[in-house]
């Protein structure tokens, strides 16, 4: 009995979106994940989240 429900298919949607938005912000303004103590560090030292390396690449190479 595998029938696709509308419902789950927007509720499905709407994670896909929410996860990308995230992945978004993540690689292209801050970086939401702390991978290690030193990221857990800044945080507590600065008190914001780290800027993402690839926002700071496209900055530097911007004409």
């Known amino acids: 009995d595998w029938g ?23 690689y292209y303004n801050r970086q939401l994940m702390i991978d290690n103590s030193a990221d857990l560090e800044y945080l507590k030292r600065n008190k914001k989240l780290k800027i993402a390396s690839l926002a700071k690449d496209l900055k530097e190479s911007e004409l």
Do not use: D, R
Not at 17 to 23: G, R
């Open 4 to 26: 696709t429900i509308p419902e789950n298919l927007i509720l499905w949607g709407m994670l896909a979106n929410f996860f990308a938005i995230l992945e978004h912000i993540n």
